[in-house]
Structure formats: structure tokens, C-alpha cells
């Protein structure tokens, strides 16, 4: 149930990563053309500094993007153990996993009821 939510934060944070480089693409072309503007050694050095400012936040977003790739992965490895957990213990002793169920919806149902 979580694993879709962490896909869509996760589909949204990339595409907020590509939206941040597309920015800080027109934002250096932009500063690029004002500084060339006023002077030719003040461009080069605006546009030297902004550039590596640019690099350092490109290389930032793509290892947030793989720490998010090695987080879903991690997250669906675990969500699948777990899976699978519970249908041993579900196969083991399946009476008692109908009692618990039961019990479980029971409480849901409980705690559903308005007053």
C-alpha cells in the first residue's frame, strides 16, 4: 500500500530534479548575457563561478536520485520479504490467521462507527 505512494514522491521529486536543471540552465544563460553585458573579465568570472555553482547542484540532484532509486528498491526488497513472511505464517497456521483477520476487522469495524 505504501509502495505506489513512495513511486508517485518519488516520480515527483525527479521531476522536480529535471525542472531544477532546466532553471539553473536559463538562470546561467541569463546571468551569462548580463555579465557579458557590463564587461568581459566580470562575465568570466560571474559565469565561471555560476557554472560550477550549476555543476555542483547537477551532481547534488543525481545523487539524490540515486539514493531515491536505492531506497525504493530497498523498500520493495523488504516489502516483498515481508510478503512472503506472512504467507508461511498464513500457511503454517491458517486458523489462526482467519481468527486474527477477524479480529482485526472487528476492531476496524468498531473503531469505524460513528457516534
Partial sequence: MAQPNAQDDFAKLSADLSTLRGDVAKLTETLAAIAKAEGGAAADAVTGRFRSGAARAEAAAA???EEGYAALHDAKTRAQALGGDLGATIERNPYGS???ALGVGFVFGLLSRGR
Fill in 63 to 65: 545523487g539524490l536520485a
Fill in 98 to 100: 482467519v481468527l486474527a
